[in-house]
C-alpha cells in the first residue's frame, strides 16, 4: 500500500468536470458544502433532504414534486419515504437526447452492427407500448425479457417504463429452472424473448426454453419474439407477436406518469443460497441515483460513449441504459469479452471512440495473462474513464491499466451491487487514484465500516455498512407482504442500518500540498466469505490478489474448512493449460502470500481443479464451494453458470487429512 497516488488529474480537467460545475452550483443555490471534497461529502450526508432535492433539480428531472415531502421519518431505516407526492416517468427522463444524436450503438461477436439515434429509440420504444397496450398491459405489470444485450433489449424496458409497467430481464444464459425461478415469481403478463445467442464462437438456440418458460407463466397475455439467430426459424404460436410486427403497432401516446417509489425494476440475487430474491427498485431513487452516479463520480455527458460489458442479467446493464439520461451514447455487445479474438473489445474501443470503458476486474486480469497492450496496438486517444466492478479489482491490475492501457485515465472500481441498483463506493474525475483503493464514497451516502461491536472504524478492516436512508435503497422484495424477508436481508445485523454484506476498509489520505484531502474504500471481499483462522478475519480477496500474480494461476477460490475446533485455509486453483500443480508451484504460492500477507493467509492445503463455480454475472460463490467440501446440499445449483463445477470438490482426499 502506498500513500502516493498512481494518478492525479489535471487542474483542466478538475475545472471541466462536471461535479466541479455541480459543486460550484450549489453555491449559488443558497447551500453551503464548502470548498473541498470531503467538505461536499459531508454536507451530502448531513443534509440529505437538501442534497437530493438538488440532484433532481440539477440534472432538470422531468416530473413535479413537493419540496417539504422530499423527505419524511428520515430516521428510520427501513420506512423512510422519499419525495412523498412526487410523480414521474423513468423513460422520458431517458429519452430527452437530441433526435439525430445517435443514442445506442449494438455490436454483436457474430459481427452485426447496428445503431439508434434518440429520435428512432422513441419512436420505436413508443410503438412497442403500443403493442403492449393493446394487450391490456399496464401500470404496475410485470414485462420479462429473456433477452440477450442489444437494441430490443433497451427498447423493450423503455416501452415498459413508457406505460408505468415493470422490467425484468434474464440473460438467456439461464437454464429453464434458472429463470423460472425467477420469473415464475413475479407472474409477468409479457414475456419478451430470443430465439439464439452466439458466445464463443457457438451458437445456441433457445427455442425450446422459450417454449417451456411461456407454458410455465400462466398469466401471459402476450409473447414478443425476436428473430435473434435467423439459423433458428420460431414455430407458429397463437399468443405470440413477432418483433417486426409489434413496432408497426400505433404508438402508445405520451408517458404514463407514476409515484416516485412505484416499481421500475425487479432484479434478483444470486440465488446461491435459495430461491432468488426478488429486488423491486423504484422509478425515482433509480433515477437519481443514476443521475448522481453517472453524470458527477463519472463525469459522463451528452458527448460521451460509454461502453460497460454486461449481460442483461446484471444490474451493471441497468446503470449502463442510465446514461442516456444524460444524452450520451451507450454502447451494447453481446458475445464473449475474449471473442472472435482477446482484443475483441479494445477493438470496439478504438472503431466507436468509447470514453468510458467498464468491465469485471476478472476480465483485466485476463487482459494481463493474455499479454494484450492496447496502449500500442489500440488507438485510445478519445478514453478518459476505466471502471471496474464485480469483484475487487487488483492492485496488479492498477499497475497493468496505467503500464498498458493508458497511463492518463481515471481508474475507478466501483462497489455496490444489485440490492441497492447502484454503488457506495466509486470514482470521483477531481481525485487522484491510489493503487488498490476505490477512489471516494457516494455523495449521499453515509457509508461507514463496522467492526463486529457495531463501532465506525477506520485504517480497520470490518462490514460496509450504510448509516442513513438513501433514495435507490429498495421498495422491497416481491411477495413479502410484512417485509420480513427484506428486514433481515439487510437490517438484522445491525439496528436502523444498513448491512451489505462486503467486508472493507476505509483508508485516510490526509490532503498534501499538491493532493486533497481523500477516503479511499478497499474492498477485501464478501462477508459471509471471510476466512477466520485462528480467530484472525481475513477477506478473500487479499488471497487472490497475490496468488493470481503468480503466471501459471488463471484463477483460484480460497475457503474455510472446519478442522478440529478451528478453521483452516484451503486454496483451490486453475491453472493454465497443460500446467500441473506441482510441489515447487505449491511452495511459491505459499512463499508469495507468506512475504506479502501474513502466515494465517497460507492456505493449509492447495488444490487444483479444472475449473471454478461461478454466477451468471461472473463472481465466484465461495459459499458453495464451502458446502460442498463439508458435504452440505448447495441449494438451487441453477444459479451457476456453471454448476458441473462443484463436482471437482467433492470428496477431495486432501482434505481428508
Given amino acids: 500500500m502506498t500513500d502516493h497516488p498512481i494518478w492525479t488529474p489535471t487542474d483542466n480537467r478538475i475545472q471541466t468536470a462536471r461535479i466541479t460545475h455541480y459543486h460550484n452550483w450549489l453555491q449559488t443555490q443558497d447551500h453551503h458544502p464548502g470548498d473541498t471534497w470531503q467538505s461536499l461529502h459531508q454536507w451530502s450526508t448531513d443534509n440529505p433532504a437538501a442534497f437530493w432535492e438538488s440532484i433532481w433539480q440539477y440534472f432538470d428531472v422531468r416530473g413535479q414534486y413537493q419540496a417539504r415531502r422530499v423527505l419524511e421519518n428520515g430516521d428510520r431505516m427501513p ?18 437526447g437530441e433526435p439525430d444524436r445517435v443514442a445506442l450503438i449494438e455490436q454483436r461477436e457474430d459481427g452485426r452492427g447496428r445503431q439508434l439515434t434518440y429520435g428512432e429509440l422513441r419512436e420505436a420504444s ?27 433489449a433497451v427498447i423493450g424496458m423503455l416501452a415498459t ?52 418458460l411461456a407454458s410455465a407463466l400462466p398469466e401471459l397475455a402476450l409473447e414478443v419474439r425476436i428473430n435473434n439467430q435467423p439459423d433458428y426459424p420460431w414455430e407458429p404460436a397463437e399468443s405470440a407477436m413477432d418483433w417486426a410486427e409489434a413496432l408497426q403497432s400505433e404508438p402508445a401516446a405520451g408517458f404514463t406518469p407514476v409515484a416516485f417509489n412505484d416499481p421500475l425494476y425487479i432484479l434478483y440475487s444470486s440465488g446461491t443460497t435459495g430461491a432468488p430474491k426478488c429486488i423491486i427498485h423504484g422509478v425515482g431513487g433509480t433515477l437519481l441515483q443514476h443521475l448522481k452516479e453517472l453524470g458527477l463520480h463519472t463525469d459522463v ?66 487482459c494481463e495473462k493474455n499479454g494484450l497492450k492496447p496502449r500500442e496496438t489500440h488507438g485510445l486517444d478519445p478514453l478518459k474513464a476505466l471502471l471496474s466492478t464485480g469483484s475487487p479489482l487488483a492492485h496488479e491490475s492498477f499497475d497493468y491499466i496505467y503500464r498498458d492501457v493508458k497511463p492518463d485515465v481515471c481508474l475507478s472500481s466501483i462497489s455496490g451491487g444489485t440490492d441497492i441498483v447502484s454503488c457506495f463506493a466509486l470514482g470521483n474525475p477531481t481525485l487522484p487514484v491510489y493503487r488498490g483503493e476505490l477512489q471516494c464514497l457516494g455523495l449521499g ?25 438513501f433514495p435507490s435503497m429498495p421498495v422491497g422484495f416481491w411477495n413479502d407482504p410484512d417485509g420480513e424477508r427484506f428486514q433481515k ?28 484531502a481523500q477516503q479511499g474504500v478497499i474492498i477485501h471481499g464478501r462477508a459471509d466469505a471471510v476466512l477466520n483462522p485462528g480467530g484472525v478475519r481475513i477477506g478473500t480477496a487479499e488471497i487472490y490478489r497475490q496468488v493470481e500474480k503468480l503466471d501459471e494461476v488463471l484463477e483460484s477460490i480460497a475457503v474455510g474448512q472446519q478442522w478440529g475446533d478451528d478453521q483452516r485455509v484451503v486454496l483451490f486453483v486453475r491453472l493454465r493449460e497443460d500446467t500441473e500443480l506441482s510441489g515447487a508451484l505449491a511452495e511459491r504460492i505459499r512463499t508469495t502470500l507468506r512475504e506479502n500477507t501474513t502466515p494465517r493467509h497460507v492456505p493449509a ?12 454475472s461472473g463472481k465466484i460463490v465461495e459459499l458453495a464451494v464451502r458446502q460442498v467440501i463439508h458435504g452440505e446440499t448447495v441449494r438451487n445449483r441453477e444459479a451457476l453458470a456453471n454448476p458441473e463445477a462443484l463436482t471437482y470438490f467433492e470428496g477431495l482426499p486432501a482434505l481428508q487429512e
Avoid at 460497460?308 to 446514461?323: D, F, Q
Fill in 445 to 469: 451516502m453515509d457509508v461507514a465500516i463496522y467492526n463486529e461491536s457495531g463501532e465506525a472504524v477506520t485504517e480497520e478492516k470490518g462490514e460496509l455498512v450504510c448509516r442513513a436512508p
Fill in 161 to 212: 417504463a413508457r406505460l408505468g409497467a415493470v422490467w425484468s430481464s434474464c440473460s438467456p444464459d439461464f437454464g429453464f429452472q434458472g429463470v423460472l425461478e425467477r420469473f415464475g415469481q413475479i407472474q409477468p403478463r409479457a414475456l419478451i424473448a430470443v430465439n439464439g445467442y452466439q458466445y464463443n464462437g457457438k451458437p445456441i438456440d433457445t427455442r425450446e426454453r422459450v417454449q417451456q
Fill in 605 to 616: 492445503r492447495i488444490v487444483q481443479v479444472p475449473d471454478i463455480p461461478r454466477t451468471l
Fill in 126 to 152: 413508443a410503438r412497442l407500448a403500443g403493442a403492449l397496450q393493446e394487450h391490456g398491459i399496464g401500470k404496475g405489470d410485470r414485462v420479462a425479457a429473456f433477452i440477450t444485450n442489444g437494441l430490443e
Fill in 301 to 366: 455527458g451528452q458527448d460521451d460513449v460509454v461502453f460497460y460489458y454486461t449481460t442483461t442479467g446484471w444490474m451493471m446493464w441497468n446503470w449502463l441504459v442510465s446514461t442516456l439520461a444524460l444524452g450520451a451514447t451507450a454502447v451494447l455487445y453481446d458475445g464473449s469479452p475474449m471473442a472472435p479474438t482477446t482484443d475483441v473489445l479494445w477493438n470496439l474501443a478504438e472503431e466507436h471512440g468509447i470514453t468510458i470503458f467498464g468491465a469485471s476486474a476478472k476480465y483485466y486480469a485476463a
Fill in 489 to 516: 436481508a439487510y437490517f438484522s445485523r445491525f439496528a436502523n442500518t444498513w448491512a451489505h454484506g462486503d467486508f472493507g476498509e476505509i483508508r485516510e489520505h490526509p490532503a498534501t500540498d499538491t493532493t486533497p
Fill in 79 to 96: 420506512g423512510a419515504t422519499w419525495f412523498g407526492g412526487a410523480y414521474l416517468n423513468f423513460a422520458e427522463n431517458l429519452l430527452r
